[in-house]
């Protein structure tokens, strides 16, 4: 598909954004936005990136997760290299705009996790005796 078969909305007044049916993603000053993958299946929170708008609109194109890398300053697909290709069920925004949920079905071994975990939450912080992280339950 072609990455230009649609504009996203101009972003207008506080009401438009919360309450409106026009799509216009706030992305920041580096012209990201946050993304949060979530399991449709189960509801787990699997790892939180960025998209830019090329990477959105491909996304709603083509129903695969497409991410932009902050560390290597390219666009990438989710599973290309680890075959986890990330299927997208829904998408949805939160009410201003400027972070995109994703319920996805992850393929490949359904590890999202470059550590070669499930979920990149895989530790808990704890406060009691000083602050630490200590390895998740699951």
């Known amino acids: 598909m072609n990455s230009n078969a649609f504009e996203f909305a101009l972003r207008g007044a506080k009401a438009e954004i919360e309450e409106g049916q026009?799509?216009?993603p706030k992305f920041d000053a580096d012209g990201l936005i946050v993304?949060?993958?979530q399991e449709a299946s189960t509801g787990e929170i699997l790892m939180v990136a960025y998209m830019?708008?090329?990477a959105l609109k491909l996304t709603l194109e083509t129903g695969v997760a497409h991410y932009w890398s902050r560390s290597r300053n390219e666009l990438w697909r989710k599973g290309d290299t680890s075959g986890q290709v990330?299927?997208?069920v829904e998408a949805r925004t939160d009410c201003d705009q400027d972070a995109i949920l994703l319920k996805i079905v992850a393929g490949g071994?359904?590890?999202a996790c470059h550590t070669g975990r499930k979920s990149c939450f895989y530790r808990r912080i704890e406060i009691a005796g000083g602050v630490r992280l200590v390895m998740a339950d699951k």
Do not use: L, S
């Open 22 to 24: 026009g799509f216009a």
């Open 35 to 37: 993304c949060i993958a």
């Open 52 to 54: 830019n708008a090329q």
């Open 86 to 88: 990330q299927t997208v």
């Open 109 to 111: 071994d359904g590890k």
